[in-house]
Structures are given as C-alpha cells and as structure tokens.
C-alpha cells in the first residue's frame, strides 16, 4: 500500500468536520479524529483514518448513533455499561474516564460494554491509562471472521486485546494484538501484491492450510497459536458479548456490514500502580528489565530486541507534525465530504 | 510415557503423607494432594503428582517454607499477598478464598501474589472459582525457560495463564495454557521417542528454528504465535512480579534448581457473575454458543469442535476411582518416602 506524507494537524480537522457532517457532535469528532490520527502515527495504519470513511457511511446510514447517551450501572469495583450504539471511541472513551476515577479512589475495575462499535486500536485506551499511572487491559469483540479451532465457518471475531502500563524512559510497554495469527486486512495486501502467506495465518475456503493469499481471503483466519487463541478469543466474546450483557461475535455485524447495528462489546480492566508499589520502583525495575532483554543475546539475523510498544512509539516520536498514510485515504475521506454536501 | 492406572484415594493418601513428613500440615498437605490428582484426572500429567518429588525435595532443603504465614494487605479491590515462600497451592488457595468472599461483597477483585512457589495448573484455581459462580484470571510467573522475542537466553518463564466460566450442561470453560508454544517437558517426551517436534516450538542452542527434539532440548523455547506469546509472557511478569512487589521471571529459581526460594508470583482476578447478569441467563446464552460452534462445518479429518477444557473435563468424569498416571510416579514418591524415614 503505497504511503503518502500529510500534515497531522490539517488531517485532525478535516476527520473530525466529516464526522460532524454526519451529527457527530464536535468534541466527540475530534475525540474519535484523535484516536484514528494516533494509530497513524504509530504505523498501525490498519486501524487509522483508513477507517474514518466507513464510520461516516454506517452514520448515514443511521446504523450509528451520533449523539449516544451512554448509562453506566456501578456495584462495587464493576461497571455495566449501555453504549446506545455510539462510536466506539465515544463510548470507550467515556467509560475510561469512569474507570480512572473509580480505580483512583478503589485501587482498581472492571468495565463491561455493550451496544457499541469498531473503537479503533484496543491499545489507545490501555497506553492513555498506563500514561496517567495506570496498568491496564483492554478487548473487544468484533465481526465473525475466524472460525473455532477445527472448524470452517467464521464465528469469532478477531477479538484483539491490550495491555500497557508506565516504563520510564521506554514511556510504555503495549502489547496490542488480534487473537487470530493476522488480520485479514494483511492478507487482502498480500492478496494484492501477489505475495505468498505464511503457512499458520489462514484456511482456503474448503478449510485446508493455504499459503495462497488470493485463496485465503475466501477463507477463515487462523487462531494465533492454534487452540490457544482460539480459547483466548472465546473468553474475549464472554467479557464483551456475554457479561456485558451484549451479542457475542457471532451474533454481531462487521463495520463492513451495512444493515444493522454493529452490536460490539468491549472489556476493559484497570489497576492503579501507586496503590500497589512504589511507582518510582515500578518504572526503575521496568526499565531496567527491558534494558536487560534488550542486550541479550541475538537469534542469527535478529539487529535488535524489541519491547512490545517500541516501534509504535517510535515511529510516533517522528511524527509531531506530518504522518503516513495510504494513498488513496486522503481522496475518500474529500469523497465521503462531498457525497455529504460539502464542498471543499 | 507409559501410564499405568492407580486408586485414585490412595494415591492421595500417600501424596498427603509424603508432603506431612516434610513438615507441611496436614490440611495443607491435603490441599496440594488434591490439586494435583485433579490435574491427573484431567489428562493434564505434567501438573500432576509428577511434580509431587519435586515438591519434597525443595522442603526437605529448606527452600519452601512449609509452614508459610502469608500476609495480605487489601486496598479497595486490590489485595497484595506476600506468600511467605509457601507451597504454591496454600499459598494460592489462601488467596482465591479471600478473592471470592471479596468479589461477593464489592463484584471484583485483583490479587497480586509474591513470595510463593509452584502452584500447579492454573486452570485448577480458576475452575474451582467458575463452579461457585466466578469469572476468573489466573496466571503465574516461573523459572526462566523463555528468550526474548528474537533473542536466545531464557530470559522469560513459561508464564501460563487460565481463564474459566460457568457453562451450563458443559460444566465450565477453561482455557489453560502456556504462553510459550510449548512444554518443555513435552520436548524432552518427543526426544526420548525420537520423534520430530513442530517447527515453531523452540531453538537450538544457536538459536536456530529446530524440529530435532534432541537439539530443542538445549536451547529455548519460542513464544506461542511470534511476538504475541513474548508480550503475554512479559504482561504475566509484570503482574506476578513488578505489581507484585516480587520477582521477574530471569530472577526466579525454577522448581527444579536447588539452591534458593523460588520468589515465583501469582495474579488472579475474579468477578461475580451474579452482580453483571442474571446467572440462569448467562449459562443458557454459553450452552447454546457452545452447541452451535460444536455443530458448524468441520475442516477435512477433524472429527469434533471442543470447546476449552471440554476434553479435561470428560477425563475428569471418567476418574471417579482410578487415575492413570506416569509408571514411575508411585515408585519415586515411596523412594521419597523412604528417604524420609518411613518404611512402607
């Protein structure tokens, strides 16, 4: 996917108006501009502003609900949340701001979220806390696209997960990833580019390993890890579908879909660090740690050991006033604007 | 390995009296008994009463403490435990019964436990905490086994993890496994057969991708799915050992040096079902997920989909009396026992 370079700054408004065109109310715009952006500059393009187009069709289509009014049931250290359909980051965004101030003053929680959508990078919210003092954990359910272990026909979702918490002059450590071997985005590119997968990632159509990628995206994805993620993708579904209250993957719409409600649930844990150990402690030993794994020594053709979070923030550190992105997003995004009666 | 089948309630007399002899209580002996002969009974041997030598070695050299006073400090829903460098599962079972009459009161809870040793499947405790009413966490640190993701020093235990719920008709789900692609113990098993081993599993000593069991056995084991495994690991670390205010896994002895306390680290969550949803609801909603991933289209010469911890269980059932286990299992604990003074 050829990348082109652009301003951040003019990106940001120019996200955040075509969601506003779409009754998005303005600070909400920008809160979910701001989360796509992120990613972006983290590298992550998968979950960047490639998305934001989606996002404005399912708005005018009246499968998203701009303006949610987002209930929140408390009992204890656990909120049950009602995202009344909203943008995903909205409804993330919110609760974990609920649960930074409920973990500030009990040590921790535990979030459950139904009635959402597509929140974008699951590692957004979880490196957002770790940056306020917080080790934290997030997932959230999606669209059927991996079939259980053995089995053909997609019933869970990607169901990617997070965890980050604070390390010194590493900033964070992030672990962000999807519970299926790759996204199917990464086989679709490769697809594209007439590349071989790797064996492990997905299943042609008839369920038989391919490295044919063309075969592949006819096909289900991979647990990562063999029935490891496939367990671990099923306790995904139970935290976002069935405790929340929610759908589970498989009852759910993919944002690629167009007639219903998406119907995606998210989880999120958090712990306050200072109510545990000395944070002072924690990031010294944190960093000291990561220096250690980082000078040890090399596979053959390995140049570095890398900390979980490392590239992403990186790449985020070069990129304060322009950002990659594909090509093409730039045009859709004007696209989507004009189809919304906007000239620009 | 050859198993033969063994009375189950003798087996756990004399595993009881084993541990007794080296001074653990008789309660406490008990409780570790019972846990590992669960473990056996599920198929799962290599938690089993396999480890049960092990166990008396380490107290008879002093470094478990088989008396442990285990304190635990709580701050909201927080609970930090220093285990005092007791056997794993006194020290674990202590915690889990604190977590469930917490999570009773205030819906959740997190548990960071330091200071304690192996503590058998992980999948034991969370089990236990679903078959009350529970969604439950648990992961361990352990012995370094693990290099960095691209590098060649076990720097990183095995670091397993189990998540379980309440499943209606299926009993429960449980989902027990390491974060490394393998066992080691499953590789020595293939080198004394002098079968292959996948590729993925682990390295040679030089780092190398190896299928010579032989070979693996002296280098280090590969994280389940690429960096995935390698971030989980470190997650696990950071709960059982930074949050812990205890050891990180390359500072850890493994059970099986013999020269210095463990210092491995536990974390548990746990919420209660009942505070999030109606219970009656939640199991029918899993039993009907549960029959619909089990009845989808099958991948060529997969003759059933399981759901986690279904194939345990259903070796469990079958266990009433007998239990299969390792032929040179009961002959090592009476040797044990021997050493220890009694004559049998």
């Known amino acids: ?26 600070e909400d715009a920008r809160t979910v501009a701001a989360s796509l952006i992120d990613a972006d500059a983290r590298g992550i393009s998968s979950h960047g502003v490639v998305r934001l187009v989606q996002y404005a069709e399912r708005l005018k289509k009246g499968l998203v609900n701009p303006k949610p009014e987002i209930r929140t049931e408390r009992f204890g250290c656990l909120l049950s949340v009602d995202g009344d359909n909203g943008l995903g980051q909205i409804v993330a965004m919110r609760t974990l701001e609920k649960c930074m101030e409920l973990a500030l003053e009990i040590g921790g929680v535990f979030a459950f979220i139904r009635a959402s959508n597509h929140f974008g990078a ?18 959230s359910n999606a669209g059927p696209s991996v079939p ?42 490769y697809a594209r580019e007439g590349k071989e997968i790797p064996l492990g990632w997905a299943m042609d159509a008839d369920g ?30 139970v935290l976002c579908g069935l405790l ?13 879909g167009c007639s219903a409600a998406a119907g995606t649930g998210h989880f999120f844990w958090l712990v306050r660090i200072d109510k545990l150990t000395d944070v002072k402690l924690f990031e010294a030993r944190a960093e000291a740690w990561f220096d250690e794994l980082k000078a040890s020594r090399r596979r053959p053709g390995v140049d570095e050991i890398l900390i979980p979070g490392e590239i992403e923030n990186r790449l985020f550190a070069k990129s304060e006033e322009t950002i990659e992105i594909p090509e093409s997003v730039v045009c859709d995004i004007k696209n989507a604007m004009c189809e919304g009666g906007c000239s620009i």
């Open 1 to 26: 996917m050829a990348k082109v370079k652009v301003n951040k700054k003019e990106l940001f408004e120019l996200s955040s108006k075509l969601l506003a065109m779409y009754g998005v109310p303005e």
């Open 244 to 256: 929340s209250g929610g759908k589970l993957s498989h009852e759910s719409e993919s944002m690629y």
């Open 122 to 139: 699951a590692g957004y919210y979880t490196r957002m806390a770790a940056e306020r003092g917080y080790a934290a954990f997030a997932t």
């Open 148 to 189: 259980p272990y053995g089995g053909i026909e997609p019933m869970l979702g990607t169901n990617p997960f997070s965890f980050s918490f604070p390390a010194g002059k590493y900033g964070d450590f992030t672990i962000d990833c999807a519970t299926s071997a790759a996204a199917k985005g990464k086989i679709r590119l």
């Open 208 to 237: 038989n390993d391919t490295t044919d990628a063309a075969k592949a995206v006819l096909g289900g994805l991979l647990p990562m890890g063999w029935h490891k993620g496939y367990g671990l993708a099923m306790a995904t579904d």
